[in-house]
């Protein structure tokens, strides 16, 4: 069973930065396999916010291009989002994930609460 594991989350006030991280059980480095963040806010669906395939490439949600930015270190299997500039809309629980193709399923964190207030 894969393991996910964020960390990171928290409290912080409009404009301010948090960098979320989350720790895989197992290598996140194949390039079969494509990580990514997803939030969810209370009332509203599950989105995308940003991913990073096993080949490097990202992409981001129109709301957080600019501001968010994904990344992995392979040699820890853990991946990071940078968050910055961040807004009262951004606030949710996050959630990390990994569509693996080497097990043909998709595994999930337990998620971390962020809330961005004054």
């Known amino acids: 069973q894969v393991q996910l594991v964020e960390s990171g989350g928290g409290l912080v006030q409009p404009g301010g930065s948090l960098r979320l991280s989350c720790a895989a059980s197992i290598s996140i480095s194949s390039i079969l396999d494509t990580m990514g963040w997803y939030r969810q806010a209370p009332g509203k669906q599950r989105e995308l916010v940003a991913a990073i395939t096993g080949g490097g490439s990202t992409n981001y949600a129109d709301s957080v291009k600019g501001r968010f930015t994904i990344s992995r270190d392979n040699a820890k299997n853990t991946m990071y989002l940078q968050m910055n500039s961040l807004k009262p809309e951004d606030t949710a629980v996050y959630y990390c994930?990994?569509?693996?193709?080497?097990?043909?399923?998709?595994?999930w964190g337990q998620g971390t609460q962020v809330t961005v207030s004054s």
């Open positions: 994930n990994m569509r693996s193709g080497r097990y043909f399923n998709d595994f």
